[in-house]
């Protein structure tokens, strides 16, 4: 993997992910090589379908993607790109296949996400962030799936409900039908139920930095729980929390 393509990839996610960039540069110098390629290409994957109004070329760009991952799981030579060059370094077969499942759960972005239920939504984030994380932490050694989507569907939903205004601004659903107030306090309440679950499962040291992308997720969902709206972001207090996780060695 060549520095310039580890440098592509983490130019990308501290302009467009600047809370993962964190976490990732928090980590060990030889997990970071894994991170930043993957990290990146979700970072790739989850804008495409922002970045045009045109629903077919949002699916062009995701089918690329697909195709990328298909040439990576085939052991072909991919094509040549500044985060699926790194990114095939990084992947297994079976990597390479969950994360067309991860592209393939973004098609609802294109499409505008229908969420009839709250079982709706948590299984688009489980497809989506849940998938994401699990990739990292089984790429560096974790073998429990279920505990590695816990985690995914607690951060995916603490990142869902930040994000909701603007996502409604944009004329997209973002709870299902109902009291709004009443249906964020039950997301954050399910997230919070995931991350409990996480936390008592055995988390191999090796995996571990991987979930430092969490050292806010608690907080943000005991903020919602406690009042509906957006709680204030307090860029020095986060810091300091992901600071002394990574010195205690806490997920």
């Known amino acids: 993997m060549s520095d310039a393509d580890l440098s592509a990839c983490a130019a990308l996610l501290h302009r467009g992910d600047p809370e993962r960039f964190r976490a990732v540069m928090a980590a060990p110098v030889p997990l970071r090589r894994m991170l930043l390629p993957l990290y990146a290409f979700n970072l790739e994957v989850a804008?495409?379908?922002?970045?045009?109004?045109?629903?077919?070329?949002a699916q062009m760009r995701l089918q690329w993607w697909s195709d990328a991952l298909e040439e990576i799981a085939a052991g072909k030579t991919p094509r040549r790109h500044e985060v699926v060059t790194p990114l095939a370094e990084v992947l297994d077969m079976r990597g390479a296949r969950d994360l067309e499942?991860?592209?393939?759960?973004?098609?609802a972005d294109v499409e505008g996400l229908t969420i009839g239920q709250l079982s709706d939504l948590t299984r688009y984030i489980d497809g989506t962030l849940g998938t994401l994380l699990w990739t990292a932490a089984r790429l560096a050694g974790?073998?429990?799936?279920?505990?590695?989507?816990?985690a995914g569907l607690a951060h995916g939903l603490a990142a869902w409900l930040?994000?909701?205004?603007?996502?409604t601004g944009r004329g997209r659903t973002t709870l299902p039908p109902g009291d709004s107030a009443e249906r964020t306090r039950e997301l954050a309440a399910e997230g919070r139920t995931a991350l409990a679950r996480f936390r008592q499962a055995r988390i191999p040291r090796s995996a571990r930095p991987v979930f430092l992308v969490l050292s806010d997720t608690e907080m943000r969902l005991r903020?919602?729980?406690a009042d509906p709206e957006p709680p204030e972001t307090n860029p020095v207090r986060s810091r300091l929390r992901l600071t002394w996780k990574t010195l205690m060695g806490r997920v």
């Open 101 to 107: 499942t991860l592209v393939a759960a973004r098609q």
């Open 162 to 167: 930040t994000a909701a205004p603007d996502l």
């Open 142 to 150: 974790m073998e429990d799936e279920s505990a590695a989507r816990d």
């Open 223 to 225: 903020a919602f729980e």
């Open 47 to 57: 804008r495409a379908p922002w970045v045009t109004k045109e629903p077919l070329i």
